[in-house]
């Protein structure tokens, strides 16, 4: 297990294009496991590749409470959103902070995955937040820019 650190919000990094993988290779699956290592080390739901410092299209995702479904995502393209959702949105890269984010209630994405074969994932709510989400991060975006209102000190939890 290896853990990247993580960039925080001030970092040129995160407000970068990210290039498309055209290959798999070694270095980028190891990329990836060590990206959901520090996703769930950081009990984050989601990372983009930009947030440990490389400029690439990938994303891994895991809404579920167990943490034991990651999603890969590889050049993912959103083709379609629906509905509408409002709710509380953080970024690992924003630490200790929640902000209300307006976001479509259904997204569905077609990326590639480790194997660079074509997948497409769909899901509503906190998916659908989270699949919106990182695939900002890859142009550059992050959620403090589409927050209405303030940022707010998110509640901390008991260890
Ligand atoms: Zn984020």
């Keep these: 297990m290896a853990l990247r650190q993580i960039r925080l919000i001030g970092d040129e990094i995160l407000t970068k294009k990210c290039r498309e993988v055209k290959e798999m290779k070694p270095r980028l699956r190891e990329l990836i496991g060590d990206m959901l290592d520090t996703m769930y080390e950081a009990q984050g739901v989601g990372l983009a590749a930009p947030q440990v410092g490389v400029l690439k299209q990938i994303v891994v995702i895991d809404v579920t409470e167990e943490g034991n479904d990651p999603i890969v995502l590889i050049n993912p393209e959103i083709i379609e959103l629906s509905g509408e959702q409002e709710g509380n949105e ?36 906190l998916l659908a937040r989270a699949l919106q989400h990182e695939v900002d991060h890859l142009s550059g975006e992050l959620y403090v820019d589409k927050v209405e209102g303030e940022l707010m000190i998110a509640a901390q939890e008991d260890e």
């Design 90 to 125: 953080g970024c690992l890269s924003v630490p200790n902070k929640v902000g209300v984010v307006k976001r479509a209630n259904y997204a569905k994405v077609k990326a590639l995955n480790e194997d660079m074969e074509e997948i497409i994932v769909e899901g509503e709510g």
